[in-house]
């Protein structure tokens, strides 16, 4: 098969052809009853030439009736594939789908000619309409910044895009998340996307079935431990220095928890959550996780599981906020502790 290349359309996959790259990615493929014929194609709504991946979340919960029929104001299908929390996926069309709206076209020729640079969405550089010829994929997420992403779920989210880039040809670059190309200030998917590109390069990278845990050593672990006091005022995040954090750099899987003692009194709470930090300063952060303060000592636990890249360095911070919103007395830290296994690629 010719391979399509940057700066180049392809025609769309037949369904037979797309449900064939799903299933070789590794990917779990429930085939909703019909969809090989669901479609919005008809007069003045072509489908294709494709040249790129759109991720959203649903912004709800048992989105799958919604993702199929559509709404009052727009008919379904909304998307070509819906993302359970477990990771099992529902293709549910194979043809147009009204999922992108319209598209800024400088975020899409971006795409089109798959620039490592996504620039900001501006309906002044003029608009494209996204259904004609972006593939687009529902993940089951309040989008809240709270609501998780399994794990399942997330690496089925990387799959999905690296089957349908590598059917095309297509480079990392072609996945994008409509938060990058909405001209009405689309907020999904709510995860970033520069780490979500770089999974999905990584996959792009080896074989359709390559399982990055059976390329590994065996897991290490992580048993790290700082007992020097920390102040944590109301209202401000403050990173606890644990040290050798740094070694889960590179990990293609960690599996973290965090345990901090802090004197938090009854009423109040404690948030906690991790954070990469990049080469240039700018980070990537968990969800956030709240704990309630207790009498005598808070014991406060924070997971989180994910891979982080080489040149990435995996952070803590924690933020306190009193019972009673007057009260600006801070509360300590005693402790803090990094429990957990971590996996490096042989």
Known sequence: MALAGAGLMSAPLSAARMLAA??????????????????????????GPVHGVLIHHTAGRSSAATVWGGRSDLPGPLAHGLLAKSGVLTVTSAGRANHAGLVARNAYSAVLAESTKHPAPSAASGTVDGNTCFYGLEIENLGDGADPYPDAQYDAAVR???????????????????????????????????????????????????????????????????????????GAWTTLPVEHTDLLSGAVAYDALALVTVKAPVGST????????REDGTRW??????????????????GHKGSIGKKEKLRLEVVYYPATP???????????RVRGLYWKAS
């Open 22 to 47: 799903l299933r070789a990615e590794g990917l779990d493929v429930v085939e909703h009853p019909g969809w090989r014929t669901h479609s919005r194609t008809g007069p003045g709504r072509p489908w």
């Open 160 to 234: 999905w895009a690296a089957a349908l880039c590598r059917a095309h040809g297509w480079s990392a670059q072609s996945a994008v998340g409509h938060k990058e190309t909405s001209v009405e200030g689309k907020p999904d998917p709510s995860f970033d996307m520069h780490d979500f590109r770089r999974a999905v390069a990584e996959r792009l990278a080896h074989g359709p079935d390559w399982n990055p845990l059976e390329e590994s050593d065996m897991p290490s672990t992580l048993g790290l431990y700082d007992d020097t006091p920390r102040t944590l005022r109301p």
């Open 270 to 277: 404690v948030q906690g959550r991790f954070f990469h930090v």
């Open 285 to 302: 952060q968990s969800g956030i996780v709240e704990r309630a303060g207790t009498t005598g000592d808070t014991f406060a636990d924070f």
């Open 326 to 336: 007057d009260d600006d007395e801070p509360v300590t830290v005693s402790a803090a």
